[in-house]
């Protein structure tokens, strides 16, 4: 047996036994997805009209808060009047419901402190809670009022009441770290305050210009908090580093912008605020002012609670149904093929067990979850499998009723089979290529999965599968007794000159 083919049986039998035993170690498990282990499906309907930059501004919201959960694989997508959301193994269903319907508040409070991230050298706000604060910062100040924060310092969205101090960061994008933490007060105004925004470039920067309602609960309430931040008075202190106070403007527990105030008051259309805006992150920024100003309210219709029972009946009924199938499929190669088709169910143990660790792992640290659709892809892919296992036997068995030795047969039969099997997957895979391309939903998921299995049949063959019958075939066994391996007699007893 060459040394390289020695080398890839051992290696994909090391390989196979060391995902195995480090999928266990681990403790990684699939990850099921909604019509497996349950979850929440709800349908929220806009009241009232509602664009299609308002819709997706409340995606973008909804996703935020679910992404808080820590729920992996959320379905969340925009419908003609509303948002659909698809919450797979949420323990607290109620709770979940409550954070995604919960309507978007611009809130306008105060800058009484700033803090560095949890970890960063810095005094941490321990827990507590807040009682009834007043619009000022100096009771926090004063050391008389501790915020509710969560594990990284930070407010958490259930203790993010609009009369409550609060600990909250900037809006974050992807990959993104919290660099600072702000210290607000009580909100002072919402966005039922708030006209217009809109991105401006003024004196060769952009901008982001805001335009307040008339009276109290507008312009005035502004002005009021303006005259106090430009003074620097305990409702709104100076900050390290800046002239004036700052106000904070926040949508659904992020904070969106802190300008500094730098005049007493103001005219209602002739508020500025400036930064080192670009363009993209300035027309951001008063796309989220002006829905928060003008939120999107959400009713919840058609909730669904999915239970498990659901996905666990359908599962078992795949179960068995695949345990049925598979063992006949056994039964049937072994009654065949006989020692060839152990090899073959071994090959197949080998790239079910690399599967069954990407899964694991994939579920575990990315959140990828395992639909229906993806189990099927996984039968449909094993189909493929004893396909590739029938050409090979079948080449083989041709060879050596021309004569041939079953040794150079094993040689020679491989190579011809491997290169159909590839052409044969080949097929296989640019079929689940355009698939995941040009799906998304249940769809998507059995072109992943119909992909990924297919790949590693063909591994299992090229590193397993061949070697291992290569190294049978220089066994006296294989020699004397062909039938044993399925193999006809007559051709092999011939050629190595032996009586039948």
């Known amino acids: 047996m060459p040394s390289r083919q020695r080398l890839y049986l051992i290696g994909i039998l090391l390989l196979s036994v060391a995902s195995l035993s480090l999928t266990m170690w681990w403790g990684n498990e699939p990850l099921l997805g909604l019509d497996l282990q349950g979850g929440v499906s709800v349908r929220l309907t806009a009241v009232g009209e509602a664009d299609e930059e308002m819709l997706d501004q409340a995606v973008e919201v909804i996703r935020a808060r679910v992404d808080g959960l820590g729920v992996a694989e959320p379905e969340i997508s925009r419908t003609a009047t509303g948002v659909m959301v698809s919450l797979p193994g949420v323990d607290d269903q109620t709770r979940a419901l409550e954070l995604v319907g919960t309507t978007a508040e611009l809130r306008f409070r105060p800058v009484c402190e700033t803090l560095p991230a949890v970890g960063a050298q810095a005094p941490v706000l321990a827990q507590g809670d807040p ?186 009924a795949g179960i068995i149904a695949g345990l049925v199938g598979l063992a006949a499929v056994a039964l049937f190669i072994v009654a065949y093929y006989r020692i060839l088709g152990l090899v073959a169910l071994a090959s197949l143990a080998i790239s079910g067990s690399l599967l069954w660790a990407i899964i694991a792992h994939l579920g575990t640290q990315s959140g990828l979850a395992l639909t229906l659709a993806g189990v099927t892809g996984i039968i449909v892919a094993i189909g493929v499998s004893v396909d590739s296992n029938v050409v090979y036997f079948e080449h083989l068995k041709e060879d050596i009723r021309d004569g041939r030795t079953a040794r150079s047969s094993v040689d020679r039969a491989f190579k011809i089979a491997f290169s159909t099997i590839i052409k044969a997957n080949t097929a296989s895979l640019i079929g689940a290529g355009l698939l995941w391309w040009l799906t998304v939903g249940a769809v998507r998921g059995f072109a992943l999965y119909l992909g990924l299995a297919t790949i590693l049949d063909l591994v299992a063959t090229k590193f397993f599968m061949g070697p291992m019958i290569d190294l049978l075939a220089r066994s006296s066994w294989f020699k004397h007794h062909p039938l044993r391996f399925g193999l006809p007699a007559d051709g092999a007893v011939k050629t190595i000159g032996e009586a039948k």
């Open 131 to 316: 009682g009834d604060a007043p619009a000022s910062c100096w009771p926090l100040l004063a050391g008389e009022v501790i915020p509710a924060t969560g594990a990284n310092g930070l407010t958490t969205h259930e203790d993010d009441h609009a009369a409550d101090f609060v600990v909250l960061t900037d809006e974050l994008m992807p990959g993104e770290t919290i660099t600072r933490r702000l210290v607000l007060g009580p909100t002072i105004l919402t966005g039922d305050g708030l006209s217009d925004a809109d991105a401006n470039f003024v004196d060769f920067t952009w901008q982001v210009s805001l335009t307040m309602k008339k009276g109290a609960s507008g312009i005035d309430a502004f002005n009021a908090i303006a005259a106090e931040c430009f003074a620097g008075t305990a409702y709104c202190p100076v900050q390290s580093g800046y002239g004036n106070g700052q106000v904070a403007l926040v949508l659904d527990g992020q904070v969106i912008t802190a300008p500094q105030i730098r005049a007493t008051s103001f005219q209602r259309d002739a508020i500025l605020i400036s930064g080192s805006f670009d363009k993209q992150s300035a027309e951001d920024a008063a796309l989220a002012l002006r829905y928060g100003a003008l939120p999107i309210e959400l009713v919840a219709e058609n909730t669904q609670l999915v239970s498990a029972t659901i996905g666990e009946d359908a599962l078992k």
